[in-house]
Structures are given as structure tokens and as C-alpha cells.
């Protein structure tokens, strides 16, 4: 069953915690939760999304919003590891693209972030992916991306089918949370308010989060 909006938030899926004590949504009642999900092979994420998260993370701590961070995988299986995270975690030494980019934008001359990310981290729950997918998982990914599938022409949708078909089986391992969560990329945000209740899922850079926060504040 696919994650709605205004619905009851399912727990997200983590395979460990590298920094911070575990939790989940069921765990923090009566808190505003803001998952940053990111990879850390993810240049984006390290120059937008995750900065985005420690202004929310220092600005909010005291009002009841907790913030964590989900490391995924959805590509660079190589790069995107448990490994790399709790080096990530341990050290401050980034990746791949990651590390190219903070030294192309002048970030960082030593291959460390230059911020430290206070809040807890855990890796998302990795599975390795083998078969054909189903049936099921095969639509309720495409009416994730085009809610209006049912409507479009037959050879229309097969030929949907056909790729997400492709698409999934070329993956090497599925992720929990990433996938359960039905999110397109990554810096990806999840947002739920205090009664568990899921507010908002977001891909890229949306800069509308810090307002949301700010309205679920004002809710009783």
C-alpha cells in the first residue's frame, strides 16, 4: 500500500544508526520529525539539502522539531554504503562526486564537509534485488510518478510497464525507506507532524519546508 499525505506515517526502514540513538516516527510522539534522506555519493545533497537540515535542525531543536538523517541508495551502490556514511559520520571524509564538488565550489580543500551534522544518522535498509518485480510493486511505482495512469492508452501503459520493468530489475538493491516513501531523488525530505500524521514529501532543493515547520508549530 502506497504512503499518502495526511495519512498516518508509516516508520521508515534503517539497517543501523552511526550516529545518534535510534529512533522512529512511533517513537516520537508529540515531536515534529524532518527526515533528510541523501546518498552520500550526492552533491546536492551535501551543498543544499543537508545544510538546509542543520539550519532547521539549530533554528528548531527547542520547539519540539526533531531532525535525522537517512543515508540511501538508489545508484553508486559502490559509493552509497553503510561504509562510507560511518566514515562520513566518524571523520568528516566524503566521496566520489561529493568530494569533487565541495572542492569545485570551494568547500572544502581537504575532502571534509566543512560543517559538522548534529543530528542522529542511520543507513537506510538495503536489499539485495533479484527476479523479476511484481506485479504490484511494478504499479504502485508508476501511479507513485503518474497518478493518472490508469487513464492513458493501453500501448501507452505497457510500454510504462515494459521500462519500470527494466528499470527495477537493474537495480541491485532495493531501499526500505526509499522506496517505501516512493521518493524520486535524492536530497529528499520527509516531514510528520506530532500525531504521526505525514505533511510532506519533497524532492530537490524546495525551500518550502522551513515554512511547513513553522505552520505545524502553530497547530495545537
Known sequence: MSVQIGQKAPNFETSKWVQGIPTNFDQEKDHIVLVEVFQVNCPGCFLYGIPEAINIYNKYKDQGVRVLGIATAFEDFDK???ENLELLAKT???????????????????????????????????VKVSGKPSPQSVTEFIK????????????????????VEQYMMSKEFSAGTFDKFQLRGTPSTILVDRKGILRDVSFGQSGHIESIIEQLLRES
Do not use: W
Open 80 to 82: 552509497n554504503t553503510l
Open 144 to 163: 507513485s510518478q503518474l497518478p493518472d495512469f490508469d487513464m492513458q492508452p493501453e500501448e501507452y501503459k505497457k510500454q510504462i510497464i515494459a521500462r
Open 92 to 126: 568528516g571524509d566524503t566521496v566520489g562526486e561529493t568530494k569533487k564538488a565541495l572542492a569545485m565550489y570551494g568547500k572544502s580543500s581537504d575532502g571534509k564537509i566543512p560543517y559538522k551534522i548534529p543530528f542522529p544518522l542511520a543507513m537506510d535498509n538495503l
